[in-house]
């Protein structure tokens, strides 16, 4: 069977990181488009110069020309500014907006048949906006953003419960942002409910409520803590490694259940937004969006970050995207 092709579009930090663990894992061959002359075929050289090392045979080609895109199964998009100190992920909106217009004109010219992770900010309205360009279906462009803020809020409780983070299974629905909704009563440690963990802790239902809240309060802002220390830049190597785990889910057509931004018609009382919840990944993109009930706390806190994602969409569209 002939290996599997995969485009990513934008060389920088998370594009990088991405070809280097499609290498490491054997995913398939890499195409890594950048408009910056050198970017992609340097960091190409210098990630398939480990080859021998690594013992991976996949290649790697950096490209600053769209027609390499050809023929590609997956395409991961990083093209766009990440943020600075100070910046929300929708100060971005504007010049993003600009480039992933162009991406998504280019790849549906170069890439008609593949399906598409977006990773670039602001995420729910980049994934919009791809989609709506290149007219693909909507189950074939999809967006990373829940595995990641997920794994943050697993790493937080395996931290403070002291267990190994393979057995917490923390999920985190809603809009990229700062309204993301961490789902506290489902939360688990091997089915065992983190909040019981917690009340058993600390002997004070109260307390393990306020432990809990900020466990919740650090994950929305994790992005964030990261930008403030890196200073010239956001966050890289796990935002990378979520969508790997996506691309598997796709390219070994595992149904798996992840946390996804997907086009929802109906489902979760949302109609016609991109915003993240669980579906089953597999060789189709999303194969199916997991509904289950939210309690009314849940729900308000769902409406009001599918709320900040239709305010997103609005400003775009004001922009003339
Ligand atoms: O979980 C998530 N979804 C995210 C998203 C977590 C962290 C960061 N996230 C966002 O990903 C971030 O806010 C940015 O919008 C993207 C990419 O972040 P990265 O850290 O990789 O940014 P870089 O290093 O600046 O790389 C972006 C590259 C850079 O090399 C530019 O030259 C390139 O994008 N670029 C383009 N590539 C192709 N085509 C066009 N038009 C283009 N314009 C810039």
């Known amino acids: 069977m002939a290996r599997k092709k995969i485009a990513l579009i934008g060389g920088g930090q998370i ?49 600053n020309d769209y027609k390499d895109l ?17 910046m929300s992920r929708d100060d971005l909106l504007t010049v993003n907006a600009k480039i992933m217009k162009s991406v998504a004109e280019n790849v549906k010219q170069y890439a008609e048949n593949a399906i598409v992770i977006v990773i670039s900010n602001p995420l729910d309205a980049m994934v919009t906006l791809f989609q709506k360009v290149s007219g693909f279906p909507s189950h074939r462009v ?4 829940g595995v990641l803020d997920s794994s943050r809020f697993a790493t937080f409780i395996s931290w403070e419960l002291g267990v190994s983070v393979k057995d917490v299974n923390a999920m985190v629905l809603g809009g990229h942002g700062d309204t993301m909704v961490p789902i506290v009563r489902y939360a688990n440690v091997n089915g065992i409910p983190v909040m019981e ?10 307390k393990a409520k306020e432990v809990m809240a900020a466990m919740v309060k650090r994950t929305k802002m994790a992005g964030g803590e990261v930008v403030e220390l890196l200073k010239t830049g ?19 057509d595992e149904k798996r259940i992840m946390p996804t931004c997907a086009f929802l018609q109906g489902e979760f009382g949302v109609n016609g937004y991109y915003v993240g919840v669980p579906t089953i990944l597999g060789a189709k993109g999303v194969e199916n969006v997991i509904e289950f009930s939210l309690d009314d706390e849940e729900q308000a806190a769902l409406d009001n970050s599918v709320n900040a994602v239709k305010g997103l969409v609005a400003d775009m569209e004001r922009l003339g995207f």
Do not use: C, H, N, W
């Not at 995913?27 to 090392?53: C, H, M, N, T, Y």
């Open 70 to 86: 050809d023929g590609s199964d997956l395409v991961i998009i990083t093209a766009g500014l990440p943020r600075k100190p100070g």
């Open 234 to 252: 956001s966050a890289f190597y796990s935002p990378a490694s979520s969508a790997i785990a996506m691309a598997e889910a796709i390219l070994y």
């Open 142 to 145: 999809i967006g990373q953003a």
């Open 197 to 206: 963990l917690l009340e058993r802790k600390y002997k004070d239902a109260a």
């Open 15 to 63: 594009g990088g990181v991405l070809a280097q663990l499609i290498a490491i894992r054997q995913l398939g061959d890499v195409v890594l488009f950048d408009i910056v002359e050198g970017l992609p075929q340097g960091k190409s050289l210098d990630i398939v110069e480990a080859s021998r090392v690594d013992g991976f045979d996949v290649s790697i080609k950096g490209t």
